[in-house]
Nanobody, 118 residues
């Protein structure tokens, strides 16, 4: 059974940094897939933050370009989101996402809270 477990969230002051991790179990990410991070703030729609494909392509939301970096370690079955220069508007629950391209199956983590304070 595929499970995604996020970690690394917490409280940080504006301008600070956090690194989120998402560990995948029940499926090898060596396959053809897309992994990414989404976030949802209270009262707002869930939005894409960043994605990385098994072919190493990446895409970022404009608001995080230059500040966030997504990466993956296939040997560890883990995807990361390095977040630098955090802003108040980055406050949200961050969700890990995993999609197997061939089957179309997709999975979500439980989410990890990121709170940026002034």
């Amino acid at each position: 059974q595929v499970q995604l477990v996020e970690s690394g969230g917490g409280l940080v002051q504006a301008g600070g940094s956090l690194r989120l991790s998402c560990a995948v179990s029940g499926s090898s990410i060596f396959g053809i897939n897309t992994m990414g991070w989404y976030r949802q703030a209270p009262g707002k729609q869930r939005e894409l933050v960043a994605v990385v494909t098994s072919g190493s392509g990446t895409n970022y939301q404009d608001s995080v370009k230059g500040r966030f970096t997504i990466s993956r370690d296939n040997a560890k079955n883990t995807v990361y989101l390095q977040m630098n220069s955090l802003k108040l508007e980055d406050t949200a629950v961050y969700y890990c996402y995993y999609r197997r391209v061939i089957s179309g199956l997709e999975y979500w983590g439980q989410g990890t809270q990121v709170t940026v304070s002034s």
